[in-house]
C-alpha cells in the first residue's frame, strides 16, 4: 500500500471514528424527557397556599460547600453552628448525586428531578443555551408565576439556565479558579439593598470563592478558614436583618453547597466529599418549632452529619414551606424534620399526599403498563415482583387509604407509614431509572467504529509483521487494554496499566540496549549515559515521576513525593523549577546565537524564558502563595510581578513564544529536508515545552525536567526501530498524562490555567488553553518521540508505522469503551465510572489523536518524508 494511499485511509478512518463518537453519544447521553407547563392547584387540595408559614426565600449557595465545611469541629461557620444550637436553623447532609457538577446540581434544587448526564458537558460550555430550563417547571418559575420578583448575584449559569427570569442580576463566570475574592464581593455588595427592597420574593446567590479554593489548596488550603469565616459572616448579616426587618419576618435563609469536593478539592464524581453536602434552612421562626442540635459534632463517617436528604427534597419542602403546587418533573420528598412545622396532623397528611399525586404522573408516564395491570387487579402484592410492580401495588393501598381518611373526619392522625414507602420507593427508582437509551444510535456508533478499526486494519497488520517482536507487544498492549475497559475498578484504575507497561517495556529496551552494546561496542569507551546505562535511568526518572503524584481511586490521597518531600521544602520544589526553565533559556538561546550568527542573540530567548518564569511566579503568588511563602529568596520577585496584570503577563509570553516559533521555522527551514527537520524538532520541543510549563500548576514543572532527561537518555542510546518507537510513543503519552495527577474522573479536570492571557470567557481560548492544561504530558511526548526517528525513518517515510499504530489504537480505545457502556449501561456505575471515561476517549481521539497527532505532528513529519 502506497504512502499516500495509506494516508488518506488512516485520515477517512479518523473521520468514520469521530462520527461514531457523536453519533454513539446521541444515544447514550439524551436529554431526559419533561413534562411541559406549570403546576396548578388541583380544585380538591388541601395543601394550598394558606398553609404556608413562609412567603419569600433567600436562597445562598455556597458553591462546594461540604458538609463537613459547617458541621464539623474545624469548621469556621461559627454563627451558622450557633443557630443549630438555638433551634433558629434546621440542619441536614444534602446528597448530591453524580454527576457533581454545578449545572446538573442546579437543575436538580430547582426542578427536583434527576438531570441527564449530557449536562456535564454543556456545564463546561459558559455559552451554551440550549439546556436553559426556562419552559420547565421549577421553584424559580413558581414563584414567578405567583407575581414576585426574582433577584439573583453570582455564578452565571443560574442566568443561562434562567434567562430573562430576573428583575435584576449580575453573574459571574464561575471557571476563572484564581479569583478568590471578587467573585464573592460582586455578589456581597449587591445584599444590603435588596435587603432592604419590597418587591422580590426569592433572591438566590451563588458564591465562588470557596470553589475556588478548593481548586487550587483543597479542602485544608490556608485560605479555607478566612472564606468559611467570610461566608459565616454574611449568614450572621442576612440573620441580622430577618429579625429587624418587618418586611422579612417571614423570609426563610437556606444556606446550601450545590455539590462537596475530595480531598484534592476537585468534584464531579461520586466520592463521599463529593456528594455530601450542607444544606441548612434558617429562620427565627424556627426557635419556637424546633429544639436545637449539637454543633459543631464530631467528623462524620462519609460526611453524613444530621439526617441526609436527598438534594431533590429542597424542592417539594419549599413548595410547601412558600405555598406554591410543587414542580411537574420532582422526585423529591418534603423533608420529615420541617413538616413540623405544621403541627396538625392532617395538615402533614395533605402536604405528603400531595407530594405522592404528583410523582404518581411522573410514575404513571415512566411505567404504564404496570401501573394498568395493578389498576384492574384485585390483588397486589408489595413484596412480590419487579421495582415497578410494587410501586404501582404501594399506591393502590395509599388510594385506598386516602379515601377512607377523606370520608372518615375521624382520622386526627392519618396513617402515613405506606405514604411514605410510595414516596422513597417512588423516589429511589425514578431517580434509578437508565436513560432513554437510544439503542439504535449506540448501535450505529459502533458499527461505525468496527469500520474505521477495518480501514485500519490492513496498514497496522503490514506493519505489525514488519514490526516483529515489537508489533506483537504492541498488539499485546492494544488487546489487553480493551479488555481492562469492561471492569470499574479497571478504569478508575487505568493509570497502573500504562505504568506497569511502560516500566515493563522499558525493561525490555533495557535488555535490547544491553545485547547491542556488548555486540558492537566491547572495547571501544562510550558514554556512562548511553546504551544500557542511559535507558536505566530512564527507568528510574519515570519511576520518580509516576510517583510524584499519587492519583487514580484507591490510592488517592496516600504518601507521594509531591506531598511527602516537594510540599513540605518548597526549597526542592522552585531548585527544580529554576533548573528547568535555566536548560531550556540555555538551550534556545545557544540555537539562537547559531541562527543570527551572533551569540549575543540568544538574549532574546533568555528575555522569553524570563518573562514566562516571573508569570509562574505571579501565577503561583496568586494560586498557591503558600508555596512562596516558605522560599524568601523570590519575595523580592513577588514583589515585582505583583504590580502587573496576570493577563497581561501571559500574553507576553505567548508572544514572546510565538516569535521563537517564528524564528525556528524561519531559520531551520524544516520542509527542505530531513536534516533540517530533526534540528526544527529540537528548537521545537525547548519552546513547546515553555508553553506546556506555562499551562502547568508549579507543582508539575519538574516532571518537564526528567521528561527532557529521559528523551535526552533514550536519544543517545542506538538507532530505534520504528516499532519500538510506536510503543514508547503509545505507552508515554498514555502514562504521562496520568503522571500529572489526572485520572478518568471529571474530578481532576483542572481549570486553573484556562484564563492564561484571556480577559473574558471566550469558548474557543478557554477550551483550547482547557484541553492544554490537562494533556500537556500527552501533548510534549507526541512531538518529542519523533525526535527519535533517523534522517533514514524520515526520508523513507518509514514513520508512518507510527501514526498506523496510534490511529489503529484510537480505534480499539473507543471501540471497548463504547461497547463497554453498551453493555453494562444498566451497571451501577454506568454513570460515575463509565459514563465519565466515554467523554475522556472522546477527549483522547479528537484532542489529542486528531489535532496533536495526525494534524500537527503528523502534518509535519508527511511534509518532510514521504
Given at each position: 500500500?502506497?504512502?499516500?494511499?495509506?494516508?488518506?485511509?488512516?485520515?477517512?478512518?479518523?473521520?468514520?471514528?469521530?462520527?461514531?463518537?457523536?453519533?454513539?453519544?446521541?444515544?447514550?447521553?439524551?436529554?431526559?424527557?419533561?413534562?411541559?407547563?406549570?403546576?396548578?392547584?388541583?380544585?380538591?387540595?388541601?395543601?394550598?397556599?394558606?398553609?404556608?408559614?413562609?412567603?419569600?426565600?433567600?436562597?445562598?449557595?455556597?458553591?462546594?460547600?461540604?458538609?463537613?465545611?459547617?458541621?464539623?469541629?474545624?469548621?469556621?461557620?461559627?454563627?451558622?453552628?450557633?443557630?443549630?444550637?438555638?433551634?433558629?436553623?434546621?440542619?441536614?447532609?444534602?446528597?448530591?448525586?453524580?454527576?457533581?457538577?454545578?449545572?446538573?446540581?442546579?437543575?436538580?434544587?430547582?426542578?427536583?428531578?434527576?438531570?441527564?448526564?449530557?449536562?456535564?458537558?454543556?456545564?463546561?460550555?459558559?455559552?451554551?443555551?440550549?439546556?436553559?430550563?426556562?419552559?420547565?417547571?421549577?421553584?424559580?418559575?413558581?414563584?414567578?408565576?405567583?407575581?414576585?420578583?426574582?433577584?439573583?448575584?453570582?455564578?452565571d449559569t443560574w442566568l443561562r439556565l434562567f434567562p430573562d427570569f430576573f428583575a435584576r442580576a449580575d453573574g459571574t463566570t464561575s471557571f476563572f479558579v484564581s479569583d478568590f475574592t471578587e467573585v464573592d464581593n460582586n455578589v456581597t455588595r449587591h445584599i444590603p439593598a435588596e435587603l432592604a427592597n419590597h418587591d422580590w420574593s426569592a433572591m438566590t446567590l451563588h458564591f465562588l470563592g470557596l470553589d475556588h479554593i478548593g481548586h487550587k489548596t483543597g479542602p485544608k488550603g490556608?485560605?479555607?478558614?478566612?472564606?468559611?469565616?467570610?461566608?459565616?459572616?454574611?449568614?450572621?448579616?442576612?440573620?441580622?436583618?430577618?429579625?429587624?426587618?418587618?418586611?422579612?419576618?417571614?423570609?426563610?435563609?437556606?444556606?446550601?453547597?450545590?455539590?462537596?469536593?475530595?480531598?484534592?478539592?476537585?468534584?464531579?464524581?461520586?466520592?463521599?466529599?463529593?456528594?455530601?453536602?450542607?444544606?441548612?434552612?434558617?429562620?427565627?421562626?424556627?426557635?419556637?418549632?424546633?429544639?436545637?442540635?449539637?454543633?459543631?459534632?464530631?467528623?462524620?463517617?462519609?460526611?453524613?452529619?444530621?439526617?441526609?436528604?436527598?438534594?431533590?427534597?429542597?424542592?417539594?419542602?419549599?413548595?410547601?414551606?412558600?405555598?406554591?403546587?410543587i414542580p411537574l418533573n420532582n422526585l423529591g420528598v418534603i423533608m420529615p424534620r420541617l413538616l413540623e412545622l405544621w403541627t396538625h396532623p392532617r395538615d402533614q397528611y395533605a402536604l405528603l399526599y400531595s407530594n405522592a399525586e404528583q410523582i404518581l404522573r411522573i410514575a404513571q408516564a415512566t411505567f404504564p403498563k404496570e401501573f394498568s395491570q395493578v389498576s384492574t387487579s384485585a390483588e397486589c402484592s408489595v413484596t412480590d415482583g419487579d421495582d415497578a410492580e410494587v410501586l404501582?401495588?404501594?399506591?393502590?393501598?395509599?388510594?385506598?387509604?386516602?379515601?377512607?381518611?377523606?370520608?372518615?373526619?375521624?382520622?386526627?392522625?392519618?396513617?402515613?407509614?405506606?405514604?411514605?414507602?410510595?414516596?422513597?420507593?417512588?423516589?429511589?427508582?425514578?431517580?434509578?431509572?437508565?436513560?432513554?437509551?437510544?439503542?439504535?444510535?449506540?448501535?450505529?456508533?459502533?458499527?461505525?467504529?468496527?469500520?474505521?478499526?477495518?480501514?485500519?486494519?490492513?496498514?497496522?497488520?503490514?506493519?505489525?509483521?514488519?514490526?516483529?517482536?515489537?508489533?506483537?507487544?504492541?498488539?499485546?498492549?492494544?488487546?489487553?487494554?480493551?479488555?481492562?475497559?469492561?471492569?470499574?475498578?479497571?478504569?478508575?484504575?487505568?493509570?497502573?496499566?500504562?505504568?506497569?507497561?511502560?516500566?515493563?517495556?522499558?525493561?525490555?529496551?533495557?535488555?535490547?540496549?544491553?545485547?547491542?552494546?556488548?555486540?558492537?561496542?566491547?572495547?571501544?569507551?562510550?558514554?556512562?549515559?548511553?546504551?544500557?546505562?542511559?535507558?536505566?535511568?530512564?527507568?528510574?526518572?519515570f519511576g520518580v515521576a509516576r510517583r510524584w503524584k499519587q492519583t487514580g481511586q484507591k490510592y488517592a490521597g496516600e504518601a507521594d513525593l509531591l506531598g511527602e518531600v516537594i510540599t513540605p521544602n518548597p526549597w526542592v520544589l522552585w531548585m527544580l523549577v529554576m533548573l528547568a526553565y535555566m536548560a531550556l533559556s540555555r538551550n534556545l538561546s545557544r540555537r539562537a546565537g547559531v541562527w543570527m550568527g551572533s551569540p549575543q542573540m540568544g538574549i532574546l530567548p533568555a528575555l522569553?524564558?524570563?518573562?514566562?518564569?516571573?508569570?509562574?511566579?505571579?501565577?503561583?503568588?496568586?494560586?498557591?502563595?503558600?508555596?512562596?511563602?516558605?522560599?524568601?529568596?523570590?519575595?523580592?520577585?513577588?514583589?515585582?510581578?505583583?504590580?502587573?496584570?496576570?493577563?497581561?503577563?501571559?500574553?507576553?509570553?505567548?508572544?514572546?513564544?510565538?516569535?521563537?516559533?517564528?524564528?525556528?521555522?524561519?531559520?531551520?527551514?524544516?520542509?527542505?529536508?530531513?536534516?533540517?527537520?530533526?534540528?526544527?524538532?529540537?528548537?521545537?520541543?525547548?519552546?513547546?515545552?515553555?508553553?506546556?510549563?506555562?499551562?502547568?500548576?508549579?507543582?508539575?514543572?519538574?516532571?518537564?525536567?526528567?521528561?527532557?532527561?529521559?528523551?535526552?537518555?533514550?536519544?543517545?542510546?542506538?538507532?530505534?526501530?520504528?516499532?519500538?518507537?510506536?510503543?514508547?510513543?503509545?505507552?508515554?503519552?498514555?502514562?504521562?498524562?496520568?503522571?500529572?495527577?489526572?485520572?478518568?474522573?471529571?474530578?481532576?479536570?483542572?481549570?486553573?490555567?484556562?484564563?492564561?492571557?484571556?480577559?473574558?470567557?471566550?469558548?474557543?481560548?478557554?477550551?483550547?488553553?482547557?484541553?492544554?492544561?490537562?494533556?500537556?504530558?500527552?501533548?510534549?511526548?507526541?512531538?518529542?518521540?519523533?525526535?527519535?526517528?533517523?534522517?533514514?525513518?524520515?526520508?523513507?517515510?518509514?514513520?508512518?508505522?507510527?501514526?498506523?499504530?496510534?490511529?489503529?489504537?484510537?480505534?480499539?480505545?473507543?471501540?471497548?469503551?463504547?461497547?463497554?457502556?453498551?453493555?453494562?449501561?444498566?451497571?451501577?456505575?454506568?454513570?460515575?465510572?463509565?459514563?465519565?471515561?466515554?467523554?475522556?476517549?472522546?477527549?483522547?481521539?479528537?484532542?489529542?489523536?486528531?489535532?496533536?497527532?495526525?494534524?500537527?505532528?503528523?502534518?509535519?513529519?508527511?511534509?518532510?518524508?514521504?
Amino acid at each position: 500500500m502506497s504512502i499516500t494511499l495509506r494516508n488518506a485511509t488512516l485520515w477517512l478512518s479518523n473521520l468514520i471514528l469521530i462520527a461514531a463518537l457523536l453519533i454513539f453519544a446521541k444515544g447514550f447521553f439524551p436529554h431526559k424527557a419533561f413534562l411541559p407547563g406549570l403546576a396548578t392547584w388541583p380544585a380538591t387540595s388541601e395543601a394550598g397556599p394558606r398553609s404556608a408559614p413562609f412567603d419569600r426565600v433567600i436562597f445562598m449557595v455556597v458553591d462546594a460547600l461540604r458538609s463537613d465545611f459547617v458541621y464539623g469541629n474545624a469548621s469556621s461557620f461559627t454563627f451558622t453552628q450557633s443557630l443549630i444550637r438555638s433551634g433558629a436553623a434546621v440542619p441536614f447532609t444534602g446528597h448530591a448525586s453524580p454527576p457533581t457538577i454545578t449545572m446538573p446540581r442546579v437543575k436538580a434544587i430547582t426542578t427536583g428531578s434527576v438531570p441527564s448526564f449530557v449536562d456535564l458537558i454543556l456545564n463546561f460550555a459558559e455559552s451554551d443555551t440550549t439546556s436553559t430550563l426556562k419552559d420547565q417547571d421549577t421553584w424559580l418559575a413558581q414563584l414567578r408565576a405567583k407575581g414576585g420578583n426574582l433577584v439573583m448575584y453570582g455564578d452565571d449559569t443560574w442566568l443561562r439556565l434562567f434567562p430573562d427570569f430576573f428583575a435584576r442580576a449580575d453573574g459571574t463566570t464561575s471557571f476563572f479558579v484564581s479569583d478568590f475574592t471578587e467573585v464573592d464581593n460582586n455578589v456581597t455588595r449587591h445584599i444590603p439593598a435588596e435587603l432592604a427592597n419590597h418587591d422580590w420574593s426569592a433572591m438566590t446567590l451563588h458564591f465562588l470563592g470557596l470553589d475556588h479554593i478548593g481548586h487550587k489548596t483543597g479542602p485544608k488550603g490556608p485560605r479555607m478558614p478566612a472564606k468559611q469565616a467570610e461566608m459565616d459572616g454574611i449568614v450572621r448579616d442576612i440573620y441580622a436583618k430577618l429579625e429587624s426587618y418587618d418586611h422579612l419576618k417571614s423570609c426563610l435563609l437556606v444556606l446550601l453547597g450545590d455539590h462537596g469536593m475530595n480531598e484534592g478539592g476537585n468534584h464531579g464524581a461520586s466520592s463521599p466529599g463529593e456528594v455530601s453536602t450542607a444544606l441548612t434552612f434558617i429562620s427565627p421562626k424556627f426557635k419556637s418549632a424546633f429544639e436545637g442540635q449539637s454543633c459543631p459534632i464530631d467528623d462524620a463517617a462519609d460526611y453524613q452529619y444530621y439526617n441526609t436528604v436527598e438534594q431533590s427534597d429542597i424542592v417539594p419542602t419549599l413548595a410547601a414551606m412558600l405555598g406554591f403546587p410543587i414542580p411537574l418533573n420532582n422526585l423529591g420528598v418534603i423533608m420529615p424534620r420541617l413538616l413540623e412545622l405544621w403541627t396538625h396532623p392532617r395538615d402533614q397528611y395533605a402536604l405528603l399526599y400531595s407530594n405522592a399525586e404528583q410523582i404518581l404522573r411522573i410514575a404513571q408516564a415512566t411505567f404504564p403498563k404496570e401501573f394498568s395491570q395493578v389498576s384492574t387487579s384485585a390483588e397486589c402484592s408489595v413484596t412480590d415482583g419487579d421495582d415497578a410492580e410494587v410501586l404501582a401495588c404501594l399506591w393502590q393501598h395509599v388510594s385506598a387509604e386516602h379515601q377512607a381518611v377523606a370520608t372518615d373526619q375521624t382520622y386526627s392522625t392519618p396513617p402515613t407509614t405506606r405514604l411514605n414507602a410510595f414516596l422513597y420507593k417512588a423516589q429511589n427508582l425514578l431517580s434509578g431509572t437508565a436513560s432513554n437509551y437510544d439503542l439504535t444510535s449506540m448501535q450505529i456508533g459502533i458499527g461505525l467504529s468496527v469500520l474505521a478499526l477495518a480501514l485500519c486494519a490492513p496498514s497496522f497488520v503490514q506493519g505489525v509483521l514488519s514490526a516483529g517482536v515489537d508489533g506483537v507487544i504492541l498488539l499485546v498492549i492494544m488487546l489487553a487494554f480493551a479488555v481492562t475497559m469492561f471492569a470499574s475498578s479497571y478504569v478508575e484504575e487505568e493509570h497502573q496499566f500504562w505504568y506497569w507497561t511502560l516500566a515493563g517495556y522499558l525493561v525490555v529496551v533495557h535488555c535490547r540496549d544491553s545485547r547491542f552494546t556488548l555486540v558492537h561496542t566491547k572495547g571501544v569507551a562510550r558514554s556512562l549515559l548511553e546504551g544500557p546505562t542511559g535507558t536505566a535511568l530512564a527507568y528510574l526518572l519515570f519511576g520518580v515521576a509516576r510517583r510524584w503524584k499519587q492519583t487514580g481511586q484507591k490510592y488517592a490521597g496516600e504518601a507521594d513525593l509531591l506531598g511527602e518531600v516537594i510540599t513540605p521544602n518548597p526549597w526542592v520544589l522552585w531548585m527544580l523549577v529554576m533548573l528547568a526553565y535555566m536548560a531550556l533559556s540555555r538551550n534556545l538561546s545557544r540555537r539562537a546565537g547559531v541562527w543570527m550568527g551572533s551569540p549575543q542573540m540568544g538574549i532574546l530567548p533568555a528575555l522569553v524564558s524570563v518573562s514566562a518564569f516571573l508569570f509562574k511566579i505571579a501565577f503561583t503568588a496568586a494560586d498557591a502563595p503558600e508555596l512562596l511563602a516558605s522560599f524568601p529568596v523570590l519575595n523580592p520577585l513577588v514583589g515585582f510581578v505583583s504590580a502587573y496584570p496576570l493577563v497581561s503577563m501571559a500574553r507576553v509570553v505567548f508572544l514572546g513564544l510565538a516569535h521563537l516559533l517564528g524564528c525556528a521555522i524561519y531559520y531551520e527551514t524544516p520542509w527542505k529536508g530531513a536534516a533540517h527537520l530533526l534540528r526544527f524538532l529540537t528548537a521545537f520541543q525547548d519552546v513547546l515545552s515553555l508553553l506546556l510549563i506555562t499551562q502547568t500548576r508549579t507543582v508539575y514543572v519538574p516532571l518537564f525536567l526528567f521528561f527532557n532527561l529521559q528523551l535526552y537518555l533514550l536519544r543517545r542510546g542506538r538507532r530505534r526501530s520504528v516499532g519500538e518507537i510506536a510503543v514508547l510513543a503509545l505507552l508515554f503519552q498514555y502514562a504521562s498524562f496520568f503522571t500529572f495527577g489526572s485520572t478518568n474522573s471529571i474530578a481532576t479536570i483542572d481549570l486553573s490555567n484556562a484564563y492564561n492571557g484571556v480577559a473574558g470567557y471566550n469558548m474557543a481560548a478557554v477550551g483550547i488553553l482547557t484541553f492544554i492544561s490537562n494533556w500537556v504530558g500527552p501533548i510534549w511526548w507526541s512531538f518529542a518521540i519523533c525526535q527519535l526517528f533517523s534522517s533514514l525513518h524520515l526520508q523513507g517515510g518509514a514513520y508512518s508505522f507510527l501514526f498506523t499504530a496510534l490511529a489503529t489504537f484510537s480505534c480499539i480505545h473507543a471501540l471497548s469503551v463504547m461497547v463497554a457502556c453498551m453493555v453494562l449501561r444498566e451497571h451501577l456505575f454506568i454513570w460515575t465510572v463509565f459514563s465519565p471515561k466515554y467523554l475522556y476517549t472522546a477527549a483522547w481521539v479528537v484532542g489529542q489523536h486528531t489535532v496533536i497527532n495526525a494534524v500537527c505532528v503528523g502534518s509535519l513529519l508527511w511534509r518532510t518524508g514521504g
